[in-house]
């Protein structure tokens, strides 16, 4: 099992010193001497007043902040959560994600979503009722530009005749591209064009919200495992090979004073056998050193004991 975590900025109104250079620099540094593998940003360019009110968060720019994070670091992986692929042209992305890997040293994986709030669309100028369709397109974009030369794609705003798009990825043959979402849709993308499929824990009320299907249980997760696993043997896909994420329902927050170590290293073994291999582990946003208490007791409690 491996461990990642976000930068905690999931408030509004945030607290300034995680949006600083050295806020950054010490957390991802600190996430990686107590053993995480993966660190990593949201992605929520233009979001509205209604949104931050009803308990939404402020955001960095998810591939400007994991460059500096990665200048601060040497081992650990960096997997924004998540970058909403229809909000930039795909050609974009793949520049992106090429320069992170290559500045990293082969650690960028590119985590995606299709995204759900109208009127980020809206502000970005991006048809919400097109999303689909969107992130489909620039899912065979990002892997052919990465692999590829001479590339044409009659996209549905744009027309690309001829592209290469130099230097290539150090990774090979290209990033890990992990697919986000709860739906069949989600995992059919991960079967087509996916390395690993990030579902997250959703109630009835959540998942109304974003527009996605309920995981509530372990035996909700192991579902959509199960049918994950049979679409990709129908594409001929491995699926051993595809890396799973989510969160532990057992132990409580590593950010409480609670936490149960032992319950949570007990969920960390009914995960390992349904198949997940990366775990988001929650830190607290009110302070850097109260997240860094929390990276400190979890690397002791839970990292160091598997």
């Not at 990002?142 to 692999?147: C, E, F, K, Y």
């Not at 849709?185 to 390395?195: E, F, I, P, T």
């Not at 590593?254 to 582990?281: I, N, R």
Request: proline share 6%; charged share 20%; with cysteine.
């Amino acid at each position: 099992m491996r461990f990642t975590i976000t930068h905690p900025m999931h408030t509004h109104p945030y607290n300034p010193e995680l949006a600083s250079g050295s806020g950054i620099a010490t957390v991802a540094a600190a996430a990686e001497k107590s053993g995480f593998h993966g660190f990593g940003f949201t992605d929520h360019p233009a979001p509205s007043q209604r949104w931050l009110d009803a308990g939404g968060h402020d955001a960095l720019d998810p591939f400007v902040a994991l460059g500096f994070a990665a200048a601060h670091t040497t081992t650990i992986r960096l997997i924004p959560n998540v970058v909403v692929l229809p909000y930039r042209n795909p050609f974009v992305v793949a520049k992106s994600g090429v320069t992170l890997d290559l500045l990293s040293d082969g650690r960028f994986t590119l985590a995606v979503g299709v995204g759900y709030l109208r009127r980020e669309f809206a502000a970005l100028g991006v048809d919400y009722d097109e999303r689909a369709d969107l992130f489909e397109e620039a899912l065979e974009v990002i892997r052919a530009v990465w692999t590829g030369d001479d590339i044409s794609y009659e996209g549905r705003h744009f027309t690309a005749r001829g592209i290469t798009a130099h230097p290539r990825p150090v990774s090979q043959p290209h990033p890990p591209i992990w697919i986000g979402g709860n739906t069949a849709a989600a995992r059919k993308r991960v079967a087509l064009h996916g390395d690993g499929w990030c579902p997250f824990a959703a109630p009835a009320g959540l998942a109304r919200t974003a527009g996605t299907a309920v995981i509530d249980s372990l035996d909700a997760l192991a579902s959509g495992i199960d049918d994950m696993r049979r679409r990709c043997e129908t594409a001929g896909k491995d699926w051993s090979a595809v890396d799973i994420t989510f969160t532990n329902f057992e132990g409580g927050s590593p950010a409480s004073d609670d936490f149960d170590a032992d319950a949570y290293l007990s969920g960390v073994e009914k995960l390992v056998a349904l198949g997940v291999t990366w775990l988001q582990v929650g830190l607290p946003g009110d302070s850097v050193a109260h997240a860094l208490e929390s990276i400190e007791r979890f690397g002791s409690s839970v990292i160091d004991v598997i």
